[in-house]
């Protein structure tokens, strides 16, 4: 593992800094700002003509526009983001044990309605023991067991303790946020930044979501008995895709991650292989004179 073969740029981190920050915070932002600012004129709460005629006579007035959409739009989007994460993190939490049943004959679990059965398909299969079967049965076991030799933080997913425990245990974040970082910082051909940026996308576009609907509604010429019940079941609709599509995504990158460690792993032994054959193959051929 030479250390010359890192990405040490800062430049990159800084671009990928900026992308996420523009797709997930500011979009976001913007998008909700220009709906309630829609809705408002709508209304006639707001003269929207008057303002767009002070901002072409004024520099210094629609410069201080600006500046404030721009900084009403980072608070919304920061928000809203931070609320679709929290979300998020509260439907895959795992179920947790809860007291004993009316019989006294067992435990119950804790929001399993929400939890096993609305998102069965975006949590099943997310444990380690599936994740070590299939990186066994991938890359061998050989490379599995030289993989943890090299890397002693992965030995929660390379040797399970508990193969029924779920990757998207928050004590298994440590191990992500460790082979996420040396994907990013040593292999970055592997590294899984464009999940990243997926899910910080999807689980900023739930609160734009939610708010279009209402005010979609009550802009729109017709009857509020159609308009209403629509809006909202079209909002409900998209943002469960969403959540759906975001679970799914935070479940594999976590594997992704996980994997693409071992895949660089086998890389570089195949490479170290390759290399000391041909030095032992150039160096056994007899000279030709």
Known sequence: MNALDADDSGWRRLALYILVMAVSVFA??????????????????????????????????????????ISISFILGYTGRALGFRIIRRIESPLRLKGKNKLGDGVRRAGSWSSERLWRSALDG?????????????????????????????????????????????????????????????????????????????????????????????????????????????????VYLVVENALKLRKSERYEAFRNLVADCAMRLTAETFASTRSATASSSPSQT
């Open 126 to 238: 997310d444990t380690c023991g599936k994740a070590h079967e299939s990186l066994q049965k991938g890359y061998g076991s050989e490379v599995c067991r030289e993989a943890l030799r090299l890397h002693p933080a992965m030995a929660p997913i390379l040797k399970p303790s508990d193969p029924s425990e779920l990757l998207r245990d928050r004590r298994f974040d440590e191990v992500f946020v460790y082979a996420k970082l040396w994907l990013r910082r040593m292999a970055p051909p592997l590294n899984i930044d464009s999940v990243e940026v997926e899910v910080n996308i999807l689980c900023a576009s739930i609160l734009p979501i939610v708010v279009s609907a209402p005010i979609i509604a009550s802009i729109v010429d017709a009857p509020h008995y159609v308009t209403w019940p629509l809006a909202a079941a079209l909002a409900i609709l998209i």
């Open 28 to 69: 976001p932002g913007a998008i909700i700002l220009s709906l309630v600012i829609l809705w408002f004129s709508h209304s006639d709460t707001v003269n929207l003509p008057a303002i767009s005629s002070a901002l072409g006579e004024s520099g210094p007035f629609s410069s201080l526009f600006l500046a404030g959409a």
